[in-house]
């Protein structure tokens, strides 16, 4: 009597690329270009309040009929929320992994001291935690009005705008965050180009050029907002 025997289902290509490191990498490094591409366009809007509040809150008003007649009311702005979660989610989780599967591969201390790594380098895990903790504050203060300063105003973002940098700690919050934005696109963005492929050592100083320029960019026009509301330049 022959003894039928189980053949093992293979994992599938999916599950095996998300498996290995490079998978993990690869994810991390699309959905940071994924996040990268709406803080541009994010950094962009938000400048707009420098132009008033009717053109603020017009351009607010405008992300939710974006889309229309074609796709109801807000559904543009929660295909972009929800894209951004995903994508959110998939960066930190990857993150994550790769870097209790680097601590599992090297138990021991080394031996001999690495070579320093740049400052950026060495706090992207940390600036990671920030930019999470700094994304939860920040939709329950513009988003929901949660723990919103003097009594959220649904339809009138420019006034919740000057309401959360009128207060020091709303400042401090976004300020922080913003530094340690710059850090992570700083190092991310070049980093994403060599998971990706198009890296070389021709390209490598070009790749990092560029993302300093993006880093600093981004930073300038983040913190742009707050200090133009502290300086008064808008109220």
């Not at 603020?56 to 074609?70: I, N, Q, V």
């Not at 960066?91 to 138990?107: E, K």
């Not at 513009?142 to 949660?146: Q, S, Y």
């Given at each position: 009597?022959?003894?039928a025997t189980?053949?093992e289902r ?7 690329m ?7 990498k690869?994810?991390m ?6 996040m ?7 950094m962009?809007?938000?400048?707009k309040?420098f132009?008033?509040?009717?053109e ?15 796709l109801?009311?807000?559904?543009a702005?929660?295909i ?10 998939a ?17 021991a201390?080394y031996v001999?001291k690495?070579?320093r790594?740049s ?6 895990r ?12 920040h939709?329950?203060d ?5 723990v ?8 009138h973002?420019?006034q919740n ?15 922080v965050?913003?530094?340690a934005?710059?850090l ?8 994403a180009?060599?998971?990706l492929?198009?890296g070389?050592?021709?390209?490598d100083r070009?790749f990092k050029t560029?993302a300093?320029?993006l880093?600093?960019?981004?930073t ?7 200090v133009?509301?502290m300086?008064?330049v808008?109220?």
């Open positions: 009597m022959a003894l189980r053949t293979k994992p599938s290509m999916t599950r095996t998300w498996d290995s490191s490079l998978g993990k690869t994810v490094a699309v959905s940071g270009l994924i990268l591409g709406y803080l541009a366009v994010h962009l809007g938000n400048l309040i132009f008033g509040e009717g603020f809150d017009h351009y607010a008003h405008w992300l939710r009929t974006l889309g229309e007649p074609f109801h009311y807000e559904w702005l929660w972009v929320r929800v894209v951004l979660v995903v994508a959110v989610v960066h930190a989780v990857s993150a994550y992994q790769l870097s209790r599967r680097d601590i599992g591969a090297r138990p201390k001999h690495k070579p790594a400052y950026a380098t060495r706090t992207m940390w600036g990671g935690i920030i930019l999470g903790l700094f994304i939860v504050w939709i329950l513009l988003t929901t009005g949660t919103h300063a003097n009594g959220f105003q649904h339809g973002p420019y705008v000057i309401d959360t940098f009128s207060t020091w700690y709303g400042n401090v919050i976004y300020i965050a913003v530094l934005l710059g992570h696109v700083q190092h991310g963005f070049w980093s180009a060599q998971t492929g198009v070389s050592r021709t390209r070009a560029i300093n320029v880093a600093v960019v981004l300038a026009g983040f913190v742009a907002v707050p133009g509301v300086t008064g808008v109220s």
